[in-house]
Nanobody
Framework: QVQLVQSGGGLVQAGGSLRLSCAAS????????MGWYRQAPGKQREMVAA???????MYGDSVKGRFTISRDGAKNTVYLQMSGLKPEDTAVYYC?????????WGQGTQVTVSS
């Protein structure tokens, strides 16, 4: 089992920045792909960003150039730095760890961007 504990998030004005953190414990390994998803009210959960242990990153089209994902292997922690936030970024953000077909989720954290 892998446990993911998220921190960060909150309320910010449009154009502002926030950083999310996700600390992994348990059976986490360097082989897990770590990432962030989000789900806005009435919408499906979507991938925001992901990172492999080798540092390869992937981003959803809507956040490219504004969000940055990073990973601290020594701390088993993944971060999401969000800049240039827009009201449409408002959602519950979930940390994710994936290895093969097995996925683990964090508890979710609300990010609200006011206009």
């Amino acid at each position: 089992q892998v446990q993911l504990v998220q921190s960060g998030g909150g309320l910010v004005q449009a154009g502002g920045s926030l950083r999310l953190s996700c600390a992994a414990s348990g059976s986490i390994s360097s082989s897990h792909v770590m990432g962030w998803y989000r789900q806005a009210p009435g919408k499906q959960r979507e991938m925001v960003a992901a990172i492999t242990n080798g540092g390869t990153t992937m981003y959803g089209d809507s956040v490219k150039g504004r969000f940055t994902i990073s990973r601290d292997g020594a701390k088993n922690t993944v971060y999401l730095q969000m800049s240039g936030l827009k009201p449409e970024d408002t959602a519950v953000y979930y940390c994710n760890a994936r290895l093969g077909g097995i996925m683990y989720w964090g508890q979710g954290t609300q990010v609200t961007v006011s206009s």
